[in-house]
């Protein structure tokens, strides 16, 4: 629980947002043009170094306000969850990767499920 | 202006030893009510509540889940009869958006400073729907001391001994753990008291016995030390979560009065085993806290580290099952992964599953929860093992003088009740 999360593979710039009840928040975030012209997403819940909300609980909002930042369209949007290895002896701690669909709900994203998937198949993903 | 402040009752765990504290957040929160508020203080856990129009603002201080629902109740009852009513504490940051759909007003975050204007708001008409602090926490120099004076302090008795009171000298926590909501509740940060705050607190306190409810005392070395060198000299025993494991914390804790810990014990590890001795060396017995049904835990898993509590000399152990409180890592993986079954927030006591457990059924988890139980005080009951601290407090207390009698008075009396 002690380590610094770092950019990586799946993380190369920090979003700071206001997350539930205003609480300054950040996560890590990568965005990815696809060759086929859709924007996919990835969200890193960075732990300690996030002052606030933690991705999951706002990942509604969150990902609105990321598709409005790189104002992209819902459409073609794919937003991944990611929690990093904190290399603790605790399996919830373990990295996981979520693809989350939500439904849209007149300019912002609602009723948030998740779709577990490996390592291989976001880096499929990030492919395009 | 008369003030009602209730704290709501719940339904106490099945089979288990059922004793009161008086509570911390309504304490708390008195010491910041204006002086010209009248506060008439019921903990429904101890007293009758008489719900009439004598009050004129209606203030209903959660901590616990399992309070929420009673507490919503309360406040329709009030609303029904005209009466504003204000929403504050732990559980109320937990349950925000429900709680204020029973609510005049919900307060987040923590009081200091705050309610003067908030009172001055109701006299004016003009409460808001949330005053929210949640991410501007107080100065800790205005935490002062609590107001204990609102509470009824012969209701905190049983048989004549007096419970401890709640206190606490640090907010707060720098780690994120999985059951724990505190890193919403507090903030990621370690926000200790001054030492100085801290002292003239305690030194206000008539009570010898206390339980230190911060989070951990293992967060900051230098704080921790100061704190335990600067408590010697009141001589107070206490209880706390858990202390730091550097010899020199533990020689002041135990100095400082420590009486016994609640310690985490998560496996069957050699690091738990000397952790359990260490305290012991020091003279500061343990409660070890057992929390079953966790994703890493089989059956077989539960039933040795029942096997190794046995083995390791634990004065008490309390056993709970994962209880996935919101704004927690365990509710939402959970979430996500569709596994909690019951959502009714009475359950959420930590000794009903209300999730789909990884290894084993629902069904079976509620046995082990009950066998640990079982188990473990097989051959010494809970009471028993009680009273083996209770003697070892006293026997403290009265080689250094400040041993407080039992109330003869209240010596056929169990918290307000005739026994």
Request: net charge negative.
């Amino acid at each position: 629980m002690e380590i610094n999360i770092a950019f990586d593979a799946y993380m190369d710039r920090y979003f700071d947002f206001p997350g539930q009840w205003d609480t300054p928040s950040r996560c890590g975030v990568k965005i990815i043009r696809r060759k086929d012209g859709k924007s996919l997403v990835i969200a890193t819940e960075i732990y300690r170094q996030n002052p606030g909300t933690p991705v999951t609980e706002w990942v509604a909002p969150l990902a609105t306000q990321i598709m409005q930042h790189i104002e992209e369209q819902p459409e073609n949007y794919i937003f991944i969850e990611h929690t990093p290895d904190l290399r603790s002896k605790l399996t919830f701690y373990d990295e996981t990767f979520d693809k989350v669909d939500f439904d849209w709900d007149g300019g912002k994203f609602i009723n948030p499920r998740w779709t577990r998937l490996s390592k291989v198949e976001v880096d499929k993903m990030m492919e395009g | 202006m008369k003030f009602k402040l209730i704290y709501p009752k719940w339904e106490k765990l099945e089979g288990q030893t059922i004793f009161y504290l008086p509570p911390h957040g309504p304490v708390v929160m008195a010491a910041d009510i204006p002086d010209y508020v009248d506060i008439d203080f019921t903990d429904e856990n101890v007293e009758e509540l008489i719900i009439d129009e004598t009050p004129d603002f209606v203030g209903i201080s959660m901590m616990l889940t399992t309070q929420v629902q009673r507490g919503w109740a309360i406040a329709d009852q009030y609303r029904k009869l005209g009466k504003k009513v204000i929403f504050g504490g732990i559980s109320t940051m937990l349950h925000a958006e429900e709680t204020m759909l029973h609510a005049d007003s919900v307060f987040l975050g923590e009081v200091e400073g705050r309610l003067t204007d908030i009172f001055e708001d109701f006299r004016k008409n003009e409460l808001k729907k949330v005053y929210n602090f949640m991410a501007k926490p107080p100065d800790m120099n205005l935490v002062g001391p609590a107001n204990r004076d609102i509470l009824k302090k012969d209701l905190y008795y049983h048989k004549g001994f007096r419970m401890v009171d709640l206190f606490h000298a640090s907010r707060g926590c720098i780690y994120d753990c999985y059951p724990c909501a505190v890193r919403y509740l507090g903030g990621r940060g370690f926000r200790p008291r001054p030492i100085y705050r801290v002292v003239e607190e305690l030194s206000q306190m008539d009570n010898n016995r206390l339980f230190i409810v911060d989070n951990s005392l293992a967060l900051d070395t230098a704080w921790e030390k100061e704190l335990f060198k600067a408590m010697i000299p009141l001589k107070k025993k206490w209880v706390s979560h858990t202390i730091e494991d550097k010899d020199e914390v533990l020689d002041l804790a135990a100095q400082a009065g420590a009486w016994y810990v609640y310690q985490a014990v998560f496996d069957t590890s050699d690091y738990i085993r000397n952790r359990i001795k260490q305290y012991h060396d020091y003279g500061i017995a343990v409660e070890g806290t057992i929390l079953l049904g966790l994703d890493n835990q089989t059956e077989d898993d539960i039933k040795r580290l029942i096997d190794f509590l046995l083995e390791i000399n634990l004065d008490l152990a309390e056993f709970t099952v994962l209880a996935p409180f919101p704004h927690t890592k365990a509710y939402s993986d959970l979430v996500k992964q569709n596994r909690i079954f019951d959502h009714n927030w009475d359950h959420y006591n930590a000794g009903k599953v209300v999730y789909h457990p990884k290894h084993m059924s629902a069904e079976r988890l509620q046995e082990l929860y009950h066998y640990a139980w079982d188990t473990f005080y097989k051959d010494e009951p809970q009471p028993m093992k009680m009273f083996n601290l209770i003697s070892r407090v006293i026997n403290r207390e009265m080689e250094d003088g400040t041993y407080q009698p039992r109330r003869r008075d209240l010596i056929d009396v169990s918290f307000g009740k005739m026994v």
